[in-house]
């Protein structure tokens, strides 16, 4: 059946493969024509051989995730216009590479808003009508850093999927008797590429005291080993067909977590026992009915 979902985050390379998997699959995707980065532009673009595809249905709809009047009024305009909102991806991220110490207090809080509080305001807007419904689904993009080994000059951006992740893992039990399913997408560790083209600190004076000092040699390290255990080119399209993949599978048979790749940074292993640590507790406490969603009839 198709299903009527927003996609955040849709100018990276996740964003724009996911809407392409989703719309030849044959559902209604909308995406905001104004990133989480305040650049204009939504940054999907088909072609015409998609477009021409019989079903192929992605919709641009002026909203920015960093404005609470925003995403309400946006959200407003999709359940007027289907009547129904049935998936939301939370795909909006920024990636940051550095010294933790030479991020301000302030790009911190940047980073943080659009990484986590975006999925908050989405999440507001849109959950009363999800639990109207009593069925919807909430799919997060977070990463393997989240939980893995951690890398040096990955602090902060780390620190902010840990963030996410936490959040999902909350909504995930709060949500569950409400017929609002979760599913977490962890991606894993990305080629050296991807954090060389990343955001930088500002404090351009701390960073430099960093890689004058005896830390001098960590980015070259750590990058160059992370080359040898990353396989090029797996992640965009592998999360893109995940998430398609998720969506498709019927009401209450979906993962609570979808890993990818080799476990290099042992971030899998990490949530297997987290999650299994997780549902213990709620057994535990009597409340292992949330660690699957309820059918609402």
Not at 39 to 66: M, S
Not at 96 to 122: H, W
Not at 161 to 177: H, I, N, Q
Not at 179 to 193: K, N, R
Request: glycine residues 8%.
């Amino acid at each position: 059946m198709s299903k009527v979902i927003v996609v955040t985050g849709a100018a990276n390379s996740i964003g724009r493969n996911a809407c392409r998997e989703l719309a030849l699959a044959g559902h209604r995707v909308y995406v905001s024509t104004r990133d989480a980065n305040g650049q204009n532009g939504h940054g999907f673009e088909a072609t015409g051989a998609e477009t021409d595809k019989p079903g192929f249905d992605v919709r641009t709809l002026a909203f920015d995730v960093g404005s609470e009047a925003s995403v309400n009024a946006a959200i407003e305009t999709i359940v007027a216009e289907n009547d129904r909102l049935d998936v939301i991806v939370h795909n909006a991220r920024q990636v940051v590479y550095g010294p933790t110490e030479a991020f301000t207090p302030e790009q911190l809080a940047e980073l943080y808003d659009i990484n986590v509080l975006s999925a908050q305001r989405l999440n507001r807007a849109a959950l009363p009508q999800l639990r109207k419904q009593g069925q919807g689904l909430l799919i997060w993009i977070t990463s393997s850093c989240a939980r893995g080994g951690s890398v040096p000059f990955l602090g902060a951006y780390a620190s902010s999927k840990a963030a996410m992740d936490a959040l999902a893992l909350g909504y995930a039990g709060e949500l569950a008797r409400w017929g609002v399913e979760t599913s977490i997408i962890v991606p894993c560790a990305l080629g050296p590429g991807h954090y060389v083209r990343s955001g930088r600190p500002t404090d351009a004076v701390r960073a430099e005291e960093y890689a004058d000092g005896p830390t001098a040699n960590l980015t070259e390290i750590a990058l160059a080993r992370t080359a040898q255990l990353s396989q090029k080119d797996r992640v965009p399209q592998d999360v893109a067909s995940a998430i398609a993949n998720v969506v498709d599978m019927p009401f209450g048979q979906r993962p609570l977590r979808v890993h990818f790749g080799r476990d290099d940074d042992g971030a899998a292993a990490v949530d297997a026992v987290a999650d299994r640590v997780r549902a213990e507790l709620l057994r535990r406490i009597g409340l292992e009915d949330i660690l699957a969603p309820a059918i609402i009839s």
